[in-house]
């Protein structure tokens, strides 16, 4: 058994492992103290799979039309989507609250060997000044970001503002019927609506094995106007 490591913020660091389809698997480290942010979720596992899957590879040549693609994650948590895409070829930008930048910044270190492109943490809070984030990137991952009532206006104003008409925003996210659940998913789709189109990726354009009914991947585009 792997022996734990004592992080920043006094909570233990577990380590795990997300496969790659070619080279060593990304080593995530998560904090057994901290917010829903310290550890991977099942929606960040799935998108970061999808990355990796054949529609996102040059059929010439061969390469990841990642590669120097500039890429923004928003609320990345330990960054594992972000460390994804990066090690494609992709220029990324993993972002999310003050609390989170430690454990990023240990996971960066971590994978930095597997890194073919760039990245790096800063912080983001949505709702708030992105101008630092422009001009927009070429994708805007998120992973997990329909939860929480009060974050919706606020994630859809940075949305508004970062993604211009030829920003493509990959979300990955889990369907849960408890509580309040599917009322957040309703208002967060009626308030994306308003500027941005939705197109469903289904299952089989997933990946074969990181995939699942419940977890649904949304390419989302500025509507046209």
């Known amino acids: 058994m792997e022996a734990l490591v004592v992080g920043e913020s006094g909570g ?20 057994s103290k901290g917010d829903v942010g310290c550890v991977v979720w099942d929606a960040a596992i799935v998108l970061s799979k999808y990355l990796e899957t054949e529609q996102f590879v040059e059929h010439n040549t061969g390469v990841y039309k990642w590669v120097n693609k500039r890429v923004l994650e928003l609320g990345s948590g330990t960054g594992v989507v972000g460390l994804m895409a990066a090690t494609l070829g992709a220029c ?16 960066i270190k971590e994978n930095q060997h597997l890194v073919t492109g760039s990245i790096q943490a800063k912080v983001l809070k949505w709702g708030e000044d992105g101008s630092e984030f422009l001009p927009s990137p070429d994708y805007i991952l998120m992973a997990d970001c329909i939860y929480y009532e009060q974050s919706l206006d606020p994630l859809v104003k940075t949305l508004r503002e970062l993604a211009s008409a030829e920003t493509c925003i990959i979300c990955c996210y889990e369907q849960r019927t ?3 659940n599917p ?12 500027d941005f189109a939705v197109a469903e990726i289904p299952l089989e354009k997933q990946d074969e094995e990181y995939r699942s009914e419940d977890i649904r991947i949304l390419h989302i585009v500025r509507r046209e106007r």
């Open 92 to 107: 990324v930008t993993v972002t999310d609250l003050e609390d989170l930048q430690s454990l990023m910044d240990v996971n």
């Open 178 to 180: 408890m509580g309040n």
């Open 12 to 31: 233990e660091y577990f380590t795990r492992e997300v496969e790659r389809r070619a080279g060593s698997p990304l080593r995530i480290k998560q904090c």
């Open 183 to 194: 009322q957040v998913e309703q208002l967060f789709f009626e308030l994306l609506r308003r």
